[in-house]
């Protein structure tokens, strides 16, 4: 699990000890990432070659009854909006500044400061770019959109807001990682 960090790393590492304790079922990823963040000066920083973190948005409408997910354009899985922190601690402002640059979407609050999910996953290589595999350590956020209207990304081929009957019936389009939070959202976790 790693010891608490003093630096920029020490309000991630206190929001994912609270995660972990609230949600024992992913006690293990909590661990593995809790030791990233506190063994890793640079865990926000994408030249890391090992991994960095990311910061991703359960993004839902304003009624409540539908999530966002993108069409991921380079891994052609739908998934939630996110991204690269680029040096940024505060995961909760990546995670918003990148659903409301993937969506196109002004004015996402958040519902709650607290972390909704984590994950980590093993990005791919794309030696064309340079890019050894490497895995992205995940804070996943719930957030609320002001409006049901978006705009398309370069970095999605699509959009589309799923109903919790879409997330029960589409499940082969999802990782599970998608399809955990859709449960915890819809309460069925």
């Not at 354009?73 to 500044?97: E, I």
Request: hydrophobic share 35%.
């Amino acid at each position: 699990m790693g010891t608490r960090p003093n630096d920029s790393r020490a309000s991630l590492y206190e929001a994912l000890q609270k995660f972990a304790e609230k949600h024992p079922e992913q006690r293990k990823t909590a661990d593995r990432m809790l030791s990233f963040v506190s063994s890793t000066p640079d865990c926000f920083e994408r030249a890391h070659a090992e991994g960095h973190m990311t910061g991703s948005a359960w993004l839902i409408n304003p009624a409540g009854d539908k999530a966002l997910l993108t069409l991921h354009h380079k891994l052609q899985r739908w998934m939630q909006t996110g991204g690269h922190a680029d040096g940024d601690p505060d995961t909760l402002r990546v995670a918003l500044r990148e659903a409301e640059e993937e969506s196109g979407i002004s004015g996402i609050l958040p519902e709650s400061t607290e972390i909704f999910d984590i994950d980590i996953h093993l990005i791919p290589a794309r030696p064309a770019k340079g890019e050894p595999v490497h895995y992205h350590y995940d804070v996943r956020y719930l957030l609320r959109a002001p409006h049901e209207d978006f705009a398309i990304s370069e970095e999605s081929d699509a959009l589309a807001w799923w109903t919790e009957q879409d997330f029960a019936t589409r499940t082969d389009e999802l990782d599970e990682a998608v399809r955990r939070m859709a449960r915890r959202y819809f309460g069925k976790a």
